[in-house]
């Protein structure tokens, strides 16, 4: 059983950068791929970005291209994603994801693909 959690989010001004992390724990996740997702109120959980479990392939929600940087440290069971020049439009609730990485390529883009989340973490970018 894997357990995730999130920290790093908070209010931030616009043009702003925050950093939020994930840690595992429970096992191992360096065969894992791992996914951030963020969830706005009245909408559904989105993609943001996803790592494969090699770290070899990364891949971004078009809204976050360019932004955005996902990494991760399996060493010590943590994955990472640096957000830079937020928007008010990336107010959301943040969640990490994990799931058996299957090729070392793979990065997965459904939330339904996910077996294991974190709690979540607040991210409020002001205008």
């Known amino acids: 059983q894997v357990q995730l959690a999130e920290s790093g989010g908070g209010l931030v001004q616009a043009g702003g950068s925050l950093r939020l992390s994930c840690a595992a724990s429970g096992r191992t996740v360096s065969d894992y791929a791992m996914g951030w997702f963020r969830q706005a109120p009245g909408k559904e959980r989105e993609f943001v970005s996803g790592?494969?479990?090699?770290?070899?392939?990364?891949h971004y929600a078009h809204s976050v291209k360019g932004r955005f940087t996902i990494s991760r440290d399996s060493a010590k069971n943590l994955v990472y994603l640096q957000m830079n020049s937020l928007k008010p439009e990336d107010t959301a609730v943040y969640y990490c994801g994990a799931r058996w990485g299957g090729s070392d390529y793979l990065v997965y883009l459904g939330a339904n693909e996910y077996a294991y989340w974190g709690q979540g973490t607040q991210v409020t970018v002001s205008s």
């Open positions: 790592i494969s479990w090699s770290g070899a392939t990364t």
